[in-house]
């Protein structure tokens, strides 16, 4: 089961009570305070791991949870404080805090989406609620007028909320179009990647990430996400779980059905898919972009491809045949100059030199 977004509710310990205690002993019936601080509670922690793909793990596990640190002992002994819990998350996750806001007049609530962290680094590390500090023990209510002091002070109760946890696909470039236009056939041609492919619409029901070896350790990715309807933009359909998966990716390869295999007319189709990314967010809008007309070892695709040029006359185009293999040379020769990295440059140590 694919989840790429949920809310979920966590609370990190509290911190330990501090001690009230006084020094007892053979030779010191009446000693002094020695109460000591309380522990640390634990905190609620999320970490970023490049092997996970999915929220899954919090369908099941909506309350993150973590215990509180121990109460103060005596000869000043500070409690033992609560270990961090740590929940491994997909790298690309962004998490939202969940607001709740009542209209004074109505008196209805809404609730509001505040964005509070984009974990989009492997291994990162970030802190959803912090635990509470142990509270003082009675050794430091000691003064010169004051040497039995019975006051302690409470641990502190740890960070808790509500999130929303939202999957978002890292993917230096993404493969926009309607259900059916040959994309995870591509992504399967470019890269490793094993989509399922199969003639009916929304076959990839779940982004998929690629890596496209250019030759000469250079690399990129590219992401296969669910086809893309009219009224994407609001929700219809797969809409958000489609949109939401290319915000990262920067640059967009526009994919239509050049043969219009089903009937359809490929100009329409990608006016159609450009109108609901542009309603979805201009910003994404404005990403570079180009059109990949598949289909073309089928007979009716060259009046479509010259209608295409006509219509886009800026915007590069590449005919191909994802299925045959033609025109898939020029097509990953111009993604290497788009999104080609030199990992070996990218993860060379840096350089000592003054």
């Known amino acids: 089961m694919f989840v790429d977004q949920i809310k979920v509710f966590a609370r990190a310990g509290k911190g330990g009570d501090g001690s009230m205690h006084f020094h007892r002993g ?33 369908f099941f596990t909506t309350k ?13 002994c500070t409690g033992r404080s609560a270990e961090d819990v740590i929940y491994k998350i997909p790298v690309g996750t962004v ?13 209805e609530t809404s609730i509001r989406y505040e964005p509070f962290a984009d974990l989009a680094e492997p291994h990162q590390t970030f802190v959803l609620c912090k635990g509470g500090k142990g509270g003082k023990g009675n050794v430091h209510f000691k003064t010169s007028t004051h040497q039995s ?16 946890f939202e999957l978002r696909s890292i993917a230096d470039a993404g493969l926009v179009g309607f259900p059916n236009a040959g994309k995870s056939t591509l992504l399967s041609k470019l890269s490793a990647a094993k989509p399922k492919i199969a003639n009916y619409p929304f076959t990839t029901l779940q982004p998929l990430v690629g890596v496209i070896h250019f030759g ?32 990262r990716c920067r640059t967009l390869l526009f994919v239509v059905d050049t043969a219009g295999t089903e009937g359809r007319d490929p100009i329409s189709d990608l ?35 010259t209608r295409l040029k006509d219509r886009f006359k800026r915007i590069k185009i590449f005919p191909i045949s994802a299925e045959s293999g033609l025109g898939m040379d020029k097509l990953r020769a111009h993604l290497d ?11 060379a140590p840096a350089s000592t030199d003054s």
């Open 149 to 164: 002091p019975r006051e302690t002070t409470p641990g502190e109760p740890g960070e808790e909320g509500r999130f929303h």
């Open 216 to 247: 000469d350790h250079r690399r990129g990715t590219m992401a296969d996400i669910p086809g893309l309807i009219e009224g994407a933009s609001q929700n219809i359909g797969l809409g958000h779980d489609f949109l939401r998966h290319i915000m």
């Open 64 to 76: 993150l949870l973590a215990k509180d640190g121990d109460k103060g002992g005596a000869n000043q």
């Open 337 to 347: 100059k788009q999104i080609g990295v030199d990992t070996l440059v990218s993860f």
């Open 95 to 107: 998490i939202s805090k969940i607001v709740e806001e009542e209209d004074p007049e109505t008196g």
């Open 271 to 305: 006016e159609t898919v450009r109108k609901e990314v542009k309603l979805y967010s201009d910003e994404l809008a404005k990403r570079p972009w180009i059109i990949v007309a598949n289909k073309m070892d089928v007979e009716e695709s060259e009046e479509h491809l």
């Open 26 to 58: 053979k030779f010191r019936p009446k000693g002094g305070p020695d109460g000591g601080d309380g522990g640390k509670g634990a905190s609620v922690v999320l970490q970023t791991d490049p092997s996970t793909n999915s929220l899954r793990q919090f």
